[in-house]
């Protein structure tokens, strides 16, 4: 058993406002589209929206950007490509109004501006359900000019922040030498570096820690997660194969699973549980607060705690969403603390 102390939790919170943030990954947009409807078309059996409302929301390695800068006043740079479209300058906009630096974005006009849309509708007495979604994306790993492009950025934005959040969609911008040239600048920097990606984990060897959930470490470590002792195994598998200070497992409603190459193994469980409403961009909350809390001086374990408690405000809600920091004192007042238990 071990103990967390309130005070300290609460101190932490405050000590989130203080590091300075880079996240380098594929940045995004959501674009909400919703309408009502009564009719169908003349033209083709489909349903004509009329459409009242549009909502842009920063999705993917931007969702964690937005995380970070609603937990620290802003301090938060951002490092990603964009295309020459019209998307670019709303995906530019929409970091902008949040307050987040977008000086070292790089523009290539071969590539898409990341947009996911999502249509929805009504109609009278009735709830509001997706229609269908429109990916608009470039998936190939970004061109030699490009790379070159993103590689000078990190070289002069890494040594400007604490912290660095290497954010993975499978969409291009992390390739193999922009990861290398990533981990190698932040330890001539002595800069903390996370990992959140979907895959190929062994791509981030020597970082400070990573946050794999369940599926993706069960899938790297060839280990069915159902028990403690599978956990332990898959855990020390991804530590000893990517050689990182520590791990971070997100286990869904089961919490969380910290593994550090001390050989300490703590396990921590869901805090304020309630009906979950959504768990998209979870993952994104975890790895912003997690890093954000690090970075501010707490130990990895208190820091993990604080990113599982994000975790469990942000998933009341629908899409993508931020914690704040009254919102995290407020769910630190609320935890049970008798709770916590760690396994040696």
Avoid: W
């Avoid at 300290?8 to 405050?14: A, F, M, Q, Y």
């Avoid at 990606?197 to 946050?211: A, E, N």
């Avoid at 009906?275 to 501010?296: E, I, K, N, P, R």
């Amino acid at each position: 058993m071990f103990t967390v102390e309130k005070n300290e939790l609460l101190k932490g919170i405050e000590n989130l406002k203080t590091p300075r943030i880079l996240v380098i990954g594929d940045m995004a947009i959501d674009e909400m589209v919703y309408g009502t409807t009564d009719r169908i078309s003349r033209e083709a059996p489909v349903l004509i929206l009329r459409h009242y409302k549009t909502k842009i929301i920063l999705g993917a390695a931007s969702n964690a950007a937005h995380n970070a800068a609603a937990l620290n006043d802003g301090q938060v740079s951002v490092l990603g490509v964009y295309g020459d479209d019209y998307y670019a300058s709303v995906l530019l906009n929409a970091f902008k109004e949040v307050n987040i630096n977008t000086e070292y974005m790089v523009k290539d006009s071969q590539r898409a501006t990341t947009v996911k849309t999502r249509i929805s509708g009504s109609c009278s007495q009735s709830v509001t359900q997706q229609i269908v979604r429109i990916d608009r994306e470039t998936i190939l790993p970004v061109s030699i000019e490009t790379e070159n492009k993103i590689i000078k950025q990190m070289e002069i934005a890494i040594p400007k922040h604490d912290a660095v959040i290497l954010s993975d969609y499978n969409i291009g911008v992390l390739t193999e030498k922009v990861i290398k040239r990533a981990i190698e600048l932040c330890r001539i920097y002595n800069k903390i570096i996370v990992v959140d990606s979907q895959k190929d984990l062994d791509r981030f060897k020597g970082v400070t820690s990573m946050t794999p959930n369940q599926p993706d470490s069960e899938k790297f470590a060839g280990i069915f997660i159902n028990n403690q002792e599978t956990l332990k195994q898959a855990g020390n598998i991804i530590l000893s194969r990517t050689n990182a200070e520590s791990v971070l497992i997100t286990l869904g409603g089961d919490g969380m699973a910290l593994f550090e190459n001390t050989g300490t193994f703590t396990k921590i469980p869901v805090f304020n549980k309630t009906d979950v409403f959504d768990v998209t961009g979870a993952g994104d909350t975890v790895v912003a607060t997690y890093t954000l809390a690090m970075a501010s001086g707490m130990s990895k374990k208190n820091a993990a705690i604080l990113g599982n408690l994000a975790a469990s405000i942000v998933i009341r809600y629908f899409g993508c969403a931020v914690t704040t920091p009254e919102t995290l004192y407020s769910a630190v007042e609320k935890m049970q603390f008798e709770k916590l238990t760690e396994v040696l």
